[in-house]
């Protein structure tokens, strides 16, 4: 017991003090790969199980209500082509970039960290994957987390939920600007700094505004849950849960945002710096007006 102990303080400290262990955790990782699947192996077992042994009347049941969930949502799939050609045409007029869609690959749960205020997994995609640290994950209905470790056959990503994870978020309805820190819990995450006059209320959509460069804009987070406005208090204590399925998801997608556009250098500006804005050169006529030349013109 006193060498485990010991052990696991040189490992800890070393792990504080020094970057190399990154690189020895991912080794180990990729050693217990194989263990983690063995040990979803039962799992996936009962899981096939159950739906081999599942009577007619459960499937038929079933069935049906995945062909309703695929009428709706191509109902709203043909709403979105017409939405998504206006913006098209409306980002033209106002000359704005066009926006790229993320590629993504799937992936599936391995395991959870059992630590009751970790609230980490680990999914079946790594290196070899093309998975990187940082990467954002989301499950069918929205943000799951974002990837902390990497190894070549598996990586560890930390939820939404977990209180060390914060991300910059914007209301769909209105685009004003916060932080949404996760409060350890699965059901619930807090809205930090909200102004008591802000303009949120309770089942405002929050969505990823983008600006922290991580996570690509536009991706549902959380929904606001409650809005307590204290007397003479600067910020009122706004509260979300999780759009995700943070509890039960078991297959989600790795998203690979586009890179950013290059901000042309100085040089590549064909600008004039002893020209201020408006002002107009000798051969330049201003619009409406009729040039004059010669001595004496007003």
């Given amino acids: 017991m006193f060498v485990c102990v010991l052990a696991a303080s040189v ?10 262990m990154e690189e020895v955790r991912a080794q180990l990782s990729t050693v217990v790969a194989p263990i983690q699947w063995l040990v979803a192996v039962p799992s996936d077992v009962l899981a096939w199980g159950s739906l081999a ?9 079933e069935n049906q209500r995945l062909r309703e969930q695929i009428l709706h949502l191509s109902h709203r799939v043909q709403h979105m082509s017409s939405l998504t050609a206006e913006n098209v045409r409306l980002r033209e007029l106002l000359g704005a970039a066009a926006r790229k869609e993320s590629p993504y690959i799937t992936a599936e749960l391995l395991s959870l960290d059992p630590d009751p205020f970790n609230h980490q997994m ?4 790594g290196r070899r994957n093309g998975v990187y640290v940082g990467q954002p994950v989301l499950d069918a209905s929205g943000l799951v987390g974002q990837v902390t470790a990497v190894s070549a056959y598996s990586s560890r990503v930390l939820m939404v939920a977990d209180a060390s994870h914060a991300l910059p978020v914007q209301i769909n309805r209105n685009d004003l600007r916060f ?3 996760g409060s350890g819990h699965y059901d619930e995450l807090r809205v930090l700094h909200v102004p008591d006059t802000a303009d949120i209320r309770k089942g405002d959509l929050l969505v990823t505004s983008g600006l922290a460069g991580r996570f690509p804009a536009g991706y549902p987070v959380a929904r606001i849950t409650e809005v307590v406005h204290d007397p003479g208090q600067p910020f009122a204590r706004v509260t979300a849960a999780p759009v995700a399925l943070l509890q039960r998801s078991r297959h989600f ?16 500006w064909d600008i004039d710096p002893d020209r201020l804005p408006g002002e107009q050169t000798s ?3 201003a619009p409406g007006t009729d040039a004059v030349h010669g001595e004496g013109a007003d």
């Fill in 11 to 20: 490992l800890m400290f070393a792990d504080h003090r020094f970057t190399r």
């Fill in 53 to 61: 042994l599942s009577d007619q009347r459960a499937l038929v049941e």
């Fill in 122 to 125: 680990v999914i079946d995609r």
């Fill in 179 to 181: 932080i949404l820190q």
């Fill in 253 to 268: 997608l790795l998203l690979f945002p586009p890179e950013p556009m290059a901000v042309p250098d100085d040089e590549s």
């Fill in 283 to 285: 051969t330049e006529q």
